[in-house]
Nanobody, 124 residues
């Protein structure tokens, strides 16, 4: 059984930074590739970043590469998303997700477990 809970969202001005956290439960946390996705109202959920089970591989959407960093602390069963140089178009609900395999994945259908989401709003 796996549960994921996101935190760290909020309101920030353009150019600012936020760090999201995803606290997880379950015995096999280190076995799961993890991802961050986001969804704005009226739009489809889109890939943001992903990391392999051991943290050795990471991938990013082109729109966030160079600004966002995904990381994990398996001892704390927590995944992070550091977001720098935020833009208004980054405004969305951000979701943490886990898949049943150890590989990173950019495809949302590969993920079996999802958190409830945390709101990120970036003002001009």
């Amino acid at each position: 059984q796996v549960q994921l809970v996101e935190s760290g969202g909020g309101l920030v001005q353009a150019g600012g930074s936020l760090r999201l956290s995803c606290a997880t439960s379950g015995r096999t946390f280190s076995s799961y590739g993890m991802g961050w996705f986001r969804q704005a109202p009226g739009k489809e959920r889109e890939f943001v970043a992903t990391i392999s089970g051991s943290g050795g591989s990471t991938y990013y959407a082109g729109s966030v590469k160079g600004r966002f960093t995904i990381s994990r602390d398996n001892a704390k069963s927590t995944v992070y998303l550091q977001m720098n140089s935020l833009k208004p178009e980054d405004t969305a609900v951000y979701y943490c997700a886990g898949r049943g395999g150890r590989f990173a994945s950019t495809t949302k259908n590969e993920y079996a477990y999802w958190g409830q989401g945390t709101q990120v709003t970036v003002s001009s």
